[in-house]
Each structure stands twice: as C-alpha cells, then as structure tokens.
C-alpha cells in the first residue's frame, strides 16, 4: 500500500520482555481456510520441544477467557514451552468475521494451528482449553494423536454446554441483550442469543459432541482442571478424566477453589461499590492460578 | 485491504493494535476503542467489522487492547479512569498516523472507549472528530455515594429503600413492565449526580476542529436518561456554530450496552463507518 511505512510496521510486530521470560510474535496465518490474527509466544532462553496450541472457547467465552488463556500462553512460555493462540474464523481479527462461528471451524482452526506449530520446530504438540475450548482441544488432541492435552472444566456432552450456554447468554441478556430461547428449527435458520449469532447447525453441531463416542484413541499425557468453590472436581472434569483414563492415557487432576470458579467464562469485570469508575477483574487470581498450574504441570512434560 | 498487527510502544510495555489499511492511499485513520472487558476487535467483532467498512471507503483504522488487558503486555489490576488511559489512546493514534502518513484522523468509542475518543479528538492534530457510544456523562455526588454505601451497610439494607420509595412516591409501571420511579425520587436522582466536569473542556476542544456524535441505543433511554438529559444542557450552553457540529442519535434495535442484538451491532457499524466516510469527505 502506498505510502505506508512497511519497515515500522514489520518491526513491531514483535515484542520481547526478557525479565518475564517471554517473548511474542503477531502472526497472519491461514487458519481454517482464511487468515487470522495469531500469536506465537516464545520462551526468552532456550526453548524445549514441547508446545501448545491454545484452543479458544465458543461464543462470547472467546473473549470472557482470553485474558486466561494470554497469562497461561506466557506462563507455558516462561517454563519452556512455544505457545500458539489465534481466533477461529468468524471470531475477532479473522478474515471470515461476518460469518457466524461453528464447531467445525473451531476444529479445523485447531489442526491447523497444530500444524503450523509444527513447522516452527516444535516436536511435541499439546492442545490446551478452556469449557468447550477445553471439549475442543480434547477432541483434536484425539483426532491428531498429539501427545499432550490440558482441559479445564471440558464438557464431555455437547447438550450440557449448550444449557449452560444458554443460561449464560441469558444472564447477559438480563444487562441489555436478547432473550435467551432457543427455539429449533428457528425460522431464519439461526438465533440472535444476545448478540451472538448460534445457527441450528451449529447447535446441532455442538448437541452431538459426546467425548465418550468421539474420542477413543488418545493415549498420552492429559492435565484435566477444574474450579470451584467448595474445592471439588465436579462432574464434568471427572466424566472426562475417567475417560481418558479408559483409554490408557495418563491423566492428572487439579482443582483449583475459588470462589468465583463456578462463573468460568462470564463476564468478570465488576464496578467496584464505592468507586463505579473503578473496574476489577474478579477472576484475575483465579486465571493466574490456573495458568500457573497449566504451566507447572507442564514443565514436567518436556522430556517426552 | 491489508490488516498488520502490532505492539505500539508505551513505555516498557506494548499495546496489542491491529491497522486496517485499505488500498490506495488512505484518507484518513479512526481509532477505534473498546469499553473495558472486550478486545479490540470489540464484542462480536463489531470493530473489526467496522473496521472492514471503513477500508472499503478509503479510511484506514487503528483497533487497540488496553495495557494490560487482553493481547497487551503489563499488569494491571483494575482499569480506572486516569491520564495513562489517554496517553495509550494518543500514542496507538501517534503510531498510525506515523505508519500511514495521514493528515486526518478521528476516534469512536463506547463506555469507557467513549471518553477516550472524546479526548483522543481534542488532543490529535487533525481531528475531524469522534463517535461517543453510551458515553459516561455524570458523576456521582458525595451523597449518592453516601446513601449507596448505606444500602450497601447491613443496618441500611430494609430502611434506606423503603424510605426512598416513601420520599419518590408511588411512581408507575412502564409498557415494557419495568417500574418508573416517582417524580419526587427522580429530582433526588438528578440532585445525586452532576455532568462529569472532566468531560466539558475536551468536548468543546473537540468541536473546535471537528464534529462529535453521541450514539444511544433506543433500550438506552430510560436508564440512561439523566445522561442524555446532562447531555442536552451540555450542548445547549455551547455556542451556535459549536452546537451545529454536535449531534445525539438514537440507534433502533435494543441497548448498546454490551452490543446485545445483532440488530443493534448493523447499526453501530453501519452509522460508524457512514458518519466517518462523510467526515473524511468534509473539506479539511
């Protein structure tokens, strides 16, 4: 384009900060089928053989945890690993942002992503998620025979995240959007759910999901977090991790209490009482925490 | 059109930007700012969308993620109204007008990203003017903090509303069902809060130069009534020639908070990228 200061550009495109032991890289990769905005992080020393794709989460979670997955991206970084995050089609910076999200863009997204991790040199190739990114990262783990996997509170049955979607979108509704309903078929073929467009193939897409069925060969390494409360698993980690276990893979647990665990994926920002200018993340130490684990547990998977 | 992501400078620290750069040489570039909690592609990409349309009529735009939020470096622990926030503003615009080699530049933003653009407009050398989305008009007086913190207090929580209500009168039930509180109450509210004095000096600098739009959502006016009445005071003690370049529209298709409709997010995006394409087109 004329006129514009190429050189300036390219050299911001990366930015190093060697007392936190990291350092990241803009990337426009093709990624499902067009470009989108990704982000390699690398660690400042040596880097180890192992890496990780970070798999987003679906709908509005995309950006609920994003926050989540950039410290656990670093924090995966500061222990050794290169780290890859991008938006799946449809979703931010990606070239189809008019096109309303699927799961199947989610899946594809991911094996890409694998993919070009690969060719950054990397031998060892973990997915990592977060609620149905974690589902997502699960299933692609899977389906690419990778060694590694890390998912916190993945839903092993696509019909339970959609009701809990569902109270989702409608809690947000309840501060300005949408109503919440789902009605199938819909007469335009897709729902307006507070803001974010859910085609019924989508959703059909995502009822069908059942790790029990789609998963059965994955063998290696497998993190399965959780957060909560009162400091229990809950259901859904252990439905997975007893999963996995069936299969032979070795599967490790963590639960992490907080407070705020059972809120995963909300909105988090909270106007403080006596100041309404003043904004806090309530989840802040619980991402911490759970990039922090993320990290520690995988710093013992470098060998391979 | 080309999209570049980058790290703008700020000090030790870098602010994750993506440029949307159209082809050809571009007339001019927006800066577009999120309210605290979306990145800068904003809830359901409505700015990179924006951001696309913009592109298609020769302006290119600057979306940014605040220090220490999402994509950007640094830690912040809470995200609070302070110079630092307009300094990144200025130097994401800085950076883009030095990558671009532009002229002309404007700002939309909402909530928080409102405020900034407002002031990102008064303080760019070349500033046609800004979008302010549900900008944050008022400022809450001592005693609407005071009587918030007794609600808040144990003792506070049966009496202070009950007498409220006494004071407000009965009020009534609106046709959308929600409660409309009484008159009495209504005056009270309007005594708890005043026009953010912060906001005056940088909408009237931005109006020296260029042209500021308010934008609401029509699901907006009732619970921010009391912001856009201040509004009307504010533009109504402006001179003449300075009232003619601002302007307060309301969008169809719900609230702008959180951009909950899709209905509502065609509009943003439709009226950004319309009102921008006629700003860049006014003679400079």
New interface residues.
């Given amino acids: 384009?004329?006129?514009?200061?190429h050189v300036?550009?390219d050299r911001?495109?990366?930015?190093s900060?060697p007392a936190?032991g990291w350092t990241?890289e803009?990337l426009?990769p093709a990624i499902g089928g067009a470009?989108t905005?990704a982000?390699l992080t690398r660690p400042s020393g040596l880097p180890r053989s192992v890496g990780w794709v970070i798999c987003h989460s679906f709908g509005?979670e995309q950006?609920?945890l994003?926050?989540c997955e950039?410290l656990t991206a670093r924090a995966l970084a500061r222990s050794g690993s290169t780290v890859l995050r991008f938006?799946v089609q449809?979703?931010?910076?990606?070239e189809r942002?008019?096109d309303p999200p699927t799961l199947a863009g989610h899946l594809a997204g991911a094996e890409d992503a694998v993919a070009l991790l690969a060719s950054e040199g990397v031998d060892r190739i973990g997915t990592f998620g977060i609620r149905l990114g974690g589902t997502v990262a699960t299933l692609v783990a899977d389906r690419l025979d990778l060694p590694l996997l890390a998912a916190w509170e993945p839903f092993s049955d696509g019909s339970t995240y959609l009701r809990d979607f569902r109270r989702l979108h409608t809690l947000?509704?309840l501060?300005?959007?949408?109503a919440g309903d789902l009605p199938d078929p819909s007469p335009l073929g897709w729902t307006?759910v507070?803001?974010?467009?859910l085609t019924d193939q989508t959703r059909r897409e995502i009822e069908a999901i059942d790790l029990a069925r789609d998963v059965g060969s994955f063998r290696g390494e497998a993190l399965i977090g959780a957060a909560s409360r009162g400091g229990s698993g809950g259901p859904r980690a252990a439905a997975v991790t007893r999963h996995l276990q069936a299969l032979g893979a070795s599967c490790a647990t963590e639960v992490i209490r907080d407070p705020t665990g059972p809120l995963l994926g909300q909105?988090?920002?909270k106007t403080?009482?006596?100041?309404?200018?003043?904004?806090?993340?309530s989840q802040?130490e619980l991402f911490k925490r759970l990039a922090e684990s993320t990290a520690g547990w995988a710093a013992g998977r470098s060998k391979g | 059109m080309?999209?570049?992501?980058?790290?703008?400078?700020h000090g030790r620290e870098?602010l994750?930007s993506?440029?949307a750069?159209?082809?050809?040489?571009?007339r001019g570039c927006v800066v577009l700012t999120t309210g605290?909690?979306?990145?800068?592609?904003h809830?359901?990409?409505v700015w990179?969308?924006t951001a696309?349309r913009l592109a298609n009529v020769g302006i290119a735009s600057i979306r940014w993620d605040y220090l220490g939020?999402?994509?950007s470096?640094g830690e912040v622990?809470?995200?609070?109204?302070s110079d630092d926030l307009v300094r990144q503003t200025l130097a994401v615009a800085t950076?883009a007008k030095?990558?671009?080699?532009v002229d002309r530049m404007a700002a939309a933003g909402n909530c928080?990203g409102a405020r900034l653009a407002l002031r990102a407009a008064a303080d760019m050398d070349g500033s046609v003017g800004a979008i302010c989305m549900l900008p944050?008009v008022l400022e809450?007086r001592w005693f609407h903090?005071l009587l918030?913190?007794l609600g808040?207090s144990r003792s506070g929580r049966g009496w202070i509303p009950r007498m409220l209500r006494r004071v407000g009168g009965a009020g009534s039930e609106g046709n959308d069902g929600r409660h409309r509180p009484g008159a009495a109450l209504l005056r009270l509210k309007d005594l708890a809060v005043r026009t953010d004095p912060t906001m005056e000096g940088p909408f009237r600098r931005a109006l020296r130069t260029g042209r500021v739009l308010f934008l609401f959502g029509d699901?907006d006016l009732i619970e921010r009534g009391a912001a856009m009445e201040r509004l009307g005071r504010l533009i109504r003690r402006l001179p003449p020639d300075a009232a003619s370049r601002c302007e307060v529209r309301t969008l169809t298709g719900?609230?702008l908070?959180?951009?909950?409709?899709?209905?509502?997010?065609r509009e943003t995006i439709d009226t950004v990228a319309e009102w921008m394409d006629a700003r860049f087109s006014d003679a400079p």
Avoid: C, M
């Fill in positions: 384009v004329s006129g514009v200061d300036l550009l911001h495109r990366r930015f900060d936190a990241e803009f426009v470009r905005v982000v509005l950006l609920n994003d926050r950039v938006h449809g979703y931010g910076d990606s942002r008019w947000s509704a501060t300005g959007g949408s307006d507070a803001g974010f467009v909105f988090h920002f403080r009482a006596d100041d309404p200018h003043v904004e806090v993340d802040l | 080309i999209e570049v992501p980058v790290f703008v400078p870098a994750a993506v440029l750069i159209p082809d050809g040489k571009p605290v909690g979306a990145p800068r592609s809830r359901f990409s990179s969308k696309e939020l999402h994509d470096t622990p809470v995200v609070q109204w950076f030095r990558v671009l080699g928080l944050p809450r903090r918030r913190q808040a699901a719900g609230t908070v959180r951009l909950g409709s899709v209905q509502i997010q």
